[in-house]
């Protein structure tokens, strides 16, 4: 139950799966907002430091479900999908783990352009590497707001396929995922 | 001796035209500074910098009234100590330098007022805007330095608001005018 079987994926594959899926569309939608905020808003310093915590805990969440995921069985995929629908939602899967893990580097690397750490939470602190290009922060910042567009339409496009297979294919794509 | 004679003449004037003549702005050696400063929610003066310009300076101390300056600066190099708050300042809601790069600062009228003050009137290009204002000045000194070169240096004070160079105020009510602190060395060329 909690590990793959080929037919199916267990339950932490799922809860991953879900987790990310919820953390990544919220950091979107707070990093969208947080930065047209008004200079007076309650949110304008809390907003930043919560979206940057909360950025750092995926990516060791990340870290756990690719240990997770070389660890244990990847279910085959059903039956009824042909071959390109295969080889593309191997590279949409793998498109996301670089995307997220890029997303993460640039984000840091934003903040941590002058030196400063990352305090995650009040709990622990990420250090910086220092400044490694020049103007780091704006070229970082540029990659880090396309590359965010680019995810979210990666997502978009993932999850009208598992609507697709659901509702239109009538198979076992988005169930196994449920 | 005719010629040795003319020679020393030549060299002699050319020595007095030196006195008069132009400054570079010793950027390189960075004994020049474009320091800012703008209160914070009223209660602190948050401070930066721009960390690279460059510029020249004409200045003969027996004819202060004459003297001009020019000053390129890359609006880009803003400098707060903070890449997060340098990123902002950089983007549109600030100096929005991907349109406006560059600013500049041209003398249009430098008085002498005495005791070493100075009163620089000219044009500053910063956000796309132009317009005019005055830097309280003062000189600091001038003479040989131990390296062979000669120098003059001088200090002044200046406040601009930001609405006016087209920037909004979002900083709220005590965070509408930034101050610059500008300290130039020149080395005479």
């Known amino acids: 139950m909690l590990k793959n079987s080929p037919k199916k994926y267990g339950l932490v594959a799922k809860f991953l799966h879900w987790l990310t899926a919820i953390t990544v569309i919220a950091l979107f939608a707070v990093g969208l907002w947080m930065v047209d905020l008004d200079y007076y808003d309650a949110w304008y310093t809390k907003a930043p430091y919560y979206h940057k915590s909360v950025g750092i805990l995926l990516g ?15 279910p085959v995929p059903p039956k009824n999908h042909q071959l390109w629908e295969i080889q593309s939602a191997r590279l949409a899967h793998g498109l996301f783990y670089l995307l997220i893990f890029l997303m993460i580097i640039s984000g840091y690397l934003i903040s941590t352009a002058d030196n400063r750490s990352i305090d995650v939470m009040g709990w622990f602190e990420i250090p910086s590497l220092g400044s490694l290009i020049d103007n780091q922060e704006d070229t970082a910042g540029l990659i880090h707001e396309w590359l965010a567009y680019v995810l979210i339409g990666l997502a978009s496009i993932h999850g009208i396929a598992a609507l697709k297979h659901h509702f239109y294919d009538k198979d076992e794509t988005l169930k196994r995922m449920i | 001796m005719k010629i040795i004679g003319s020679v020393f003449l030549i060299m002699l004037l050319a020595s007095f035209s030196a006195a008069a003549a132009e400054y570079r702005i010793d950027d390189r050696g960075a004994h020049a500074s474009i ?17 690279t310009f460059s510029g020249t300076f004409n200045y003969d101390a027996e004819n202060p009234n004459a003297a001009s300056i020019k000053v390129d600066i890359d609006v880009t190099s803003i400098d707060s100590n903070h890449a997060e708050r340098d990123k902002h300042l950089r983007g549109s809601d600030f100096l929005n330098v991907d349109k406006f790069p560059k600013a500049n600062f041209n003398s249009t009228k430098i008085t002498d007022k005495g005791n070493g003050k100075i009163e620089v009137v000219g044009e500053l290009t910063l956000h796309g805007v132009t317009k005019s204002i005055t830097i309280d000045a003062e000189k600091i000194g001038e003479g040989k330095d131990p390296w062979g070169g000669y120098r003059a240096g001088f200090a002044g004070e200046t406040k601009i608001r930001l609405k006016d160079f ?5 900083l709220g009510p005590a965070s509408t005018e930034v101050y610059l602190d500008l300290h130039v060395e020149g080395i005479r060329k």
């Open chain 2, 166 to 170: 087209g920037m909004q105020e979002r």
């Open chain 2, 35 to 51: 320091n800012f400063k703008i209160k914070h929610l009223g209660y602190s003066w948050l401070t930066g910098r721009f960390n």
């Open chain 1, 60 to 74: 060791l969440l990340m870290v756990l479900r690719m240990l997770w995921r070389i660890s244990n069985t990847t």
